[in-house]
């Protein structure tokens, strides 16, 4: 991953890709720890990046010096919070740019064709507790796919979603420090590399 990719583009609209600034998402990727495992995050978002999905990229959490010098590297604004994780998403909200946002875990990483899958899902987002699903996959094995499924299907019935997902929802929802939603689930999916990185 080039850091200067990230400078180049995040924090300003990508003239290339899909031209509808209003179809741009921000990303909010609230940072509990100081992990380095955040890279992976954003090296994969380049994607999005060049095909003109993401506007922007709020880094949220705890004070940490490795925090703040991963966010200036990846030209992505660094917001202050504590507390849960709602309220550190909605603080993140309160300094994004577009009018949608992308919530991702530190670790979590976007698979499929999940750039169609966001474009599509902001057209589907109609209520202001709609919120598109990037359901969790599993690793290999039944018992690691059992378990992903019980997951996602839980967050499906609750409206609650795991730390693990990826929610697309509206700005505006996500300032309330809403932690409910009504689940719609998109078209691609998130690799948590926490979980891959500790596997022998």
Known sequence: ?????????????????????????????PTP?????????????VAGIADGILRDAVIVGPSSNRIDEMAEAAGAVRHISEGTTAQMIAAAAEVARA?????????????????DALAEG???????NDAGLLALTSRAGLGHAVKAGLINQMSLWTGRPDPRHGILAARKTLMTGANRF????LDAGVSDRRVHRSSP
């Open 99 to 115: 009018e949608f946002c992308l919530v991702m875990a530190a670790g979590s990483v976007p698979i499929g064709a999940w750039t």
């Open 33 to 45: 720890d100081d992990d380095p495992v955040l890279l992976e995050t954003l090296a994969a978002l």
């Open 182 to 185: 009504r689940f719609i689930r």
């Open 1 to 29: 991953m080039s850091s200067e990719f990230f400078a180049r583009n995040f924090g300003r609209a990508n003239s290339q890709g899909r031209d509808k600034a209003e179809s741009m998402i921000s990303v909010i990727i």
């Open 122 to 128: 902001v057209n589907r987002l109609i209520e202001p």
